[in-house]
């Protein structure tokens, strides 16, 4: 079964916090891609990063940062010195060489002045 | 390049009437996805299509729900008969397959009264 768990619902820093966002996924296949996507309020959902299962290292880019563990099949989020404009619904997400993804129920950040 | 088009970007309609949902891919991209995104269920995969040719709508909900695409560039999502509980916001997105990453259109908010 493939399965993604974003357990926390909704998380609330003041800005320049940094803030982590847990991603655990599930799945039997040894090929699989994960992904993060960022829905702000204004709806678009926008594509951040992906990730294939033979690539365990961590990636930076600016503020962002994830990191990959197959050992506890998550895929965490890192936002370092979060900013305002950094509100929004984060959805994680995993797929398969087949196209379909199946979408975390998503993580709404809350950053406050 | 441009991005996933959808029209119209609202809709606001009575229940029973039929409405249509357009959606143009990227220029490209050879699969095509359909999703419908609501509070109470998150964001869920209604069809998708590679080459054209759909490979699962057992996301669909029911038989009130149609999709096509008939070429490359164009692709619709139907309802008929629309009823109340079809409000939500309808996601085109596109990828060029093989587990790589989907791009958002910016959504149509479904209305029906």
């Known amino acids: 079964a493939q399965k993604v768990t974003q357990a926390q619902t909704e998380i609330s820093v003041v800005e320049k916090e940094d803030v982590t966002l847990d991603c655990v996924y599930e799945t039997r296949d040894t090929t699989y891609y994960l992904f993060w996507y960022k829905q702000p309020p204004s709806g678009e959902l926008v594509f951040l990063i992906r990730?294939?299962?033979?690539?365990?290292q961590n990636e930076i880019s600016g503020r962002y940062s994830w990191n990959f563990q197959k050992s506890t099949s998550s895929f965490n989020f890192t936002i370092t010195a979060s900013q305002v404009v950094d509100s929004a619904v984060y959805f994680c997400a995993l797929s398969h060489n087949f196209n379909k993804f199946y979408f975390g129920s998503g993580t709404k950040l809350n950053v406050k002045p | 390049d441009a991005g996933v088009i959808q029209s119209p970007r609202h809709e606001v309609t009575e229940m029973g009437q039929e409405v249509t949902l357009r959606c143009k891919p990227i220029s490209g991209h050879n699969s095509l996805f359909w999703y419908r995104q609501t509070m109470m269920r998150g964001l869920e995969l209604l069809i998708y299509?590679?080459?054209?040719?759909?490979?699962?709508d057992s996301g669909m909900p029911e038989d009130r729900f149609s999709a096509k695409m008939p070429n490359a560039s164009f692709s619709t999502l139907k309802i008929q008969p629309s009823e109340p509980r079809d409000s939500a916001v309808y996601f085109c997105?596109?990828?060029?397959?093989?587990?790589?990453?989907?791009?958002f259109g910016p959504g149509t908010r479904l209305t029906v009264t």
């Open positions: 990730r294939n299962s033979f690539d365990e």
């Open positions: 299509f590679n080459n054209n040719v759909p490979i699962d």
């Open positions: 997105a596109s990828s060029r397959g093989g587990g790589l990453e989907q791009y």
